[in-house]
Nanobody, 115 residues
Framework: QVQLVESGGGLVQPGGSLRLSCAAS????????MGWYRQAPGKQRELVATITSGSSTNYADSVKGRFTISRDNAVNTVFLQMNSLKPEDMGVYFC?????????WGQGTQVTVSS
């Protein structure tokens, strides 16, 4: 069965860093484009970053230069390194896997940025 399990969220002060991980199982991870999305309270889910099966990356303008998405196909995991965090980065971060018409979501991990 397909599973995407996010981890690494938590409370961090503004300017701090977190590294999110998403462990995938139940599908051919290397074939899938992977992405991170986030949802703040009262707002729609939005794209943060994506990485293709060939490791091409794309970022939302709001996180360019601060966040880095990467993947390790050997351990079926996608990462999101988040630096210089701001209060507006707060929300639930979701992992997404996409291949043609197939798509899967994780349950999310909470990121709180506050002093």
């Amino acid at each position: 069965q397909v599973q995407l399990v996010e981890s690494g969220g938590g409370l961090v002060q503004p300017g701090g860093s977190l590294r999110l991980s998403c462990a995938a199982s139940g599908f051919r991870f290397s074939l899938y484009a992977m992405g991170w999305y986030r949802q703040a309270p009262g707002k729609q889910r939005e794209l943060v970053a994506t990485i293709t099966s060939g490791s091409s990356t794309n970022y939302a303008d709001s996180v360019k230069g601060r966040f880095t998405i990467s993947r390790d196909n050997a351990v079926n995991t996608v990462f999101l390194q988040m630096n210089s965090l701001k209060p507006e980065d707060m929300g639930v971060y979701f992992c997404n896997a996409k291949f043609t018409s197939r798509g899967y979501w994780g349950q999310g991990t909470q990121v709180t940025v506050s002093s």
